[in-house]
């Protein structure tokens, strides 16, 4: 499984003197992007193909605090990815230096055309890539209504 480990620096705790939510969605993106990187799909890559990821939407489900002086590990898994790669969803996990759960997370994303500023397909040798994240227990082929579960603006912005 992929992993990344990270020191929890004074400039991620909240007023609460807690790691701020903030600082748990930097460190989930760093961990995608690590992968990203070392797997041939960083940004040079993504340059070259135009494209670029975005997310839909991030679920964060918060079990212990986390505080200054111990690191955390945050982990990375592929829970649903499209035929074509044009969505995805991927489930983190994080760690204490004990190895407890301390908050899971389910993103779902997609990838844009950077041009035309529309969902496009992943190019075959990046899906072919991404495709070697660890999946989990519940992985799915995601289809667009998939990404739609959450379609519905409040009453008071229709």
């Not at 992007?33 to 797997?39: A, I, L, P, S, Y």
């Amino acid at each position: 499984m992929y992993t990344k480990e990270f020191e929890i620096r004074w400039s991620d705790i909240d007023a609460n003197r807690h790691l701020a939510n903030s600082a748990y969605i930097n460190f989930m993106s760093h961990t995608r992007m690590g992968f990203f990187m070392e797997n041939g799909m960083g940004q040079q890559e993504m340059l070259r193909h135009n494209i670029g990821p975005v997310v839909f939407y991030e679920h964060i489900y918060y079990f212990k605090e986390v505080f200054v002086g111990k690191p955390i590990t945050v982990s990375l898994e592929l829970k649903g990815l499209s035929e074509d790669g044009m969505y995805f969803e991927f489930v983190h996990n994080l760690y204490d230096s004990q190895g407890k759960n301390i908050a899971t997370c389910e993103i779902m994303g997609g990838i844009i055309d950077m041009k035309q500023r529309k969902l496009t397909s992943l190019p075959s040798e990046l899906l072919s890539r991404l495709s070697k994240i660890e999946k989990t227990s519940e992985f799915k082929v995601l289809t667009k209504e998939d990404t739609r579960k959450f379609d519905k603006k409040p009453k008071h912005l229709s």
